[in-house]
């Protein structure tokens, strides 16, 4: 996987969610602090997460465990040929594979490692 940030929640939304209640009648109750409380919670948990595909193919899918390897991604190519996709993802370890016409693949570039039995994971 490439590059990684965790800004999700902008401290200005954060900031834009408290006027619009103010303005809407409120006031700065618990529960409205409860619920930007609860948005800067999501913000830490998740960690936006860049797919890479470098190696051909014409459509170009990323699935794995943070879908339970159900629902796929489409990557977008570049003008430089390179797909890419920035998914945010919860903070954690995530097995993953691309698609790539079709067939599963998984990038000589990404890191891998064996499991429990010594399988190997891609």
């Known amino acids: 996987m490439g590059s990684q ?3 999700l929640v902008t401290e200005t939304q954060r900031h834009e ?3 619009n209640y103010m303005n809407s009648g409120g006031s700065m109750s618990d529960k409205s602090a409860k619920s930007i409380k609860d948005i800067e919670q999501t913000q830490q948990e998740f960690v936006n997460t860049q797919f890479k595909w470098n190696f051909g193919g014409q459509k170009v899918f990323v699935a794995g465990t ?8 489409q990557l977008q190519r570049d003008k430089g040929g390179e797909f890419s996709i920035v998914i945010p ?3 954690g370890i995530h097995h993953y594979k691309f698609i790539v016409d079709g067939d ?3 990038s000589p570039d990404d890191p891998t490692t064996a499991d429990e039995h010594g399988i190997l994971i891609m």
């Open 17 to 19: 969610h408290a006027i």
């Open 5 to 7: 940030s965790s800004k």
């Open 89 to 91: 993802l919860p903070k």
């Open 104 to 106: 599963w693949r998984f």
């Open 66 to 73: 943070f879908s339970q390897w159900k629902t796929t991604h």
